[in-house]
């Protein structure tokens, strides 16, 4: 089946810094790529989606500034954490999604982001 | 607002029976529906989509059911076995660039 790529798998940073995470559809074109956060024994949040060449679309009570998406080509979507505080430790998870209505989406192993 | 249940965060049973999960949504209309698992640690794995007009879809032992009058989509694994347990979880999707969103999620054990 496809692959999605998310890298890195984990990452500690000081508070205060910015985290940046890549996400790649290795063998097919993601029109569409999806952000998701979750705590521990928490469901799947999303957080945005993103289409390819266009701003992101945020949910409701995500920070657009502190949370930058960037979908500059078919197969690669970024999600810069900016800033981070401890309260943005979690399982960040990102999928893509190819073109059509009957299409599934992968989903990359996650990234563990730990701040101290 | 759009709301997916899905009916208990926990589901215990033995190994060899049938395992039921169920997903109610609201204010949804799908065109289809997914079903992912989810072991801990790790992303979702896409295991069965089911459109509006199919009533039932089978993968191995896997069955899924689709009522769109009910707003319902029920998911049954036969003869569960231990490696079956992790957490399920369903997302209704109303068009080709709709977002994915999913209900809590349904933990299944299955015990041997």
């Known amino acids: 089946g496809a692959v999605v790529s998310q890298h890195p798998s984990w990452v500690i940073c000081k508070s205060g810094t910015s985290v940046k995470i890549e996400c790649r559809s290795l063998?097919?074109?993601?029109?569409?790529m999806f952000w998701y956060r979750q705590f521990p024994k928490q469901s799947l949040m999303l957080m945005a989606t993103?289409?390819?060449?266009?701003?992101?679309?945020?949910e409701q009570g995500v920070e657009k500034d502190k949370f930058l998406i960037n979908h500059a080509s078919l197969t690669l979507s970024t999600l810069t954490v900016t800033s981070a505080h401890p309260e943005d430790s979690s399982f960040y998870i990102c999928?893509?999604?190819?073109?059509?209505?009957?299409?599934?989406?992968?989903f990359g192993q996650g990234t563990r982001l730990t701040v101290v | 607002s759009q709301k997916i249940e899905q009916n208990s965060e926990a589901l215990n049973i033995q190994e060899g029976k049938t395992a039921t999960l169920t997903c109610n949504y609201t204010?949804?209309?799908?065109?289809?529906l997914q079903w992912y698992r989810q072991d801990p640690g790790r992303g979702p794995v896409f295991l069965l989509l089911?459109?509006?007009?199919?009533k039932e879809k089978r993968k191995e032992r896997l069955k899924v059911t689709f009522d769109t009058t009910l707003k319902q989509s029920l998911f049954h694994i036969t003869a569960s076995q231990p490696a079956d347990s992790a957490t399920y979880l369903c997302?209704?999707?109303?068009?080709?660039?709709?977002?994915?969103?999913f209900g809590k999620g349904i933990t299944l054990s299955v015990r041997p």
């Open positions: 089911i459109r509006e007009n199919e």
């Open positions: 063998d097919f074109q993601a029109t569409t």
């Open positions: 997302a209704p999707i109303t068009g080709a660039n709709s977002k994915l969103t």
């Open positions: 204010n949804y209309s799908p065109a289809y």
């Open positions: 993103s289409n390819e060449g266009s701003k992101a679309t945020y």
């Open positions: 999928s893509a999604r190819a073109p059509g209505l009957n299409t599934e989406a992968f």
